[in-house]
């Protein structure tokens, strides 16, 4: 759940394809040959609100109803910079617990989807972003100055749980205690030898490639690729939904104490600069 400091909010423009559920402002679905490409499009940072997760979950959704198979993309500066943190600061304790329950409620619904989910960055990928890029089934990145990371230590905040425990799991307990625990920002590249990214190409090229793969996903028999699916994630995401409700009380808790509200607000006013 990195975070960013909210500057501009760019709407979808006319020539963005038709959003799967009223007139979504954050996010654009596309459809093609069956499949479906969803994109965050809430300016160059991508930052996450309540409101930007719950319409990353309607495309979800309706893609889970009428596509073979979805890739998740961002922007060329940023797949997903975390948390908008200039939001975030200004919310009661009920609106974070439920933005960290909506977040988390979204990783799941992408683990637990029975289509095939391709992740592919361009741009950064920090925080919950690098969350959700994990939560994908195959994990595409551009080569270059791309960097992933959970940085929240940083900024006096733990990881939401199902960003830790999913950061573990697909990592090992060793690599990942060292990037949460450091907070460092690695190259993409650096993250395929983690087993964080499968594969890496040129920037101009990765959303391609990313899509070709999906394409041979799509070509697997439905039932046997669910299968193999749930056969692998059934009981950590069983273990994710009953844990994240006491886990999320407790980031409350911590993200409302003196300490992470003092460094959560100079990191905002570092971003603003």
């Not at 009223?22 to 996010?27: E, F, S, T």
């Not at 637990?112 to 992740?119: D, K, Q, R, T, Y």
């Not at 959700?132 to 551009?142: G, I, Q, S, T, V």
């Amino acid at each position: 759940m990195a975070f960013t400091a909210r500057r501009h909010r760019d709407k979808l423009s006319a020539s963005q394809a038709e959003p799967p559920e009223g007139n979504l402002a954050n996010v654009s679905l596309e459809r093609e040959a069956g499949c479906a490409r969803l994109r965050l499009t809430n300016a160059d940072a991508n930052a996450l609100t309540t409101a930007v997760i719950q319409e990353l979950s309607s495309a979800v959704e309706a893609s889970a109803r009428s596509a073979r198979g979805a890739v998740l993309c961002g922007g060329d500066k940023f797949f997903c910079n975390g948390v908008d943190l200039d939001w975030a600061l200004g919310q009661p304790r009920a609106g974070i617990r439920e933005m960290f329950l909506e977040l988390g409620r979204l990783v799941l619904a992408l683990l637990e989807s029975p289509l095939p989910i391709v992740g592919v960055v361009k741009g950064h990928a920090t925080g919950a972003g690098m969350a959700l890029f994990l939560a994908c089934d195959y994990r595409y990145a551009a080569a270059g100055r791309v960097l992933i990371g959970k940085p929240e230590i940083l900024l006096g905040v733990p990881n939401p749980y199902y960003g830790d425990q999913l950061l573990r799991f697909v990592a090992g307990d060793f690599a990942a205690s060292d990037l949460i625990l450091t907070g460092k920002l690695i190259p993409a590249e650096d993250g395929r030898a983690l087993g964080l990214v499968h594969e890496t190409g040129p920037k101009p090229d990765i959303e391609r490639m990313a899509w070709e793969r999906l394409l041979t996903l799509c070509d697997l028999a439905p039932a046997a690729f669910a299968e193999s699916k749930r056969m692998r994630l059934g009981k950590f995401t069983a273990d994710l939904r009953e844990q994240m409700s006491a886990h999320v009380a407790r980031q409350v808790e911590i993200w409302h104490g003196e300490d992470a509200q003092a460094r959560l607000r100079a990191a905002a006013e570092r971003l603003r600069r």
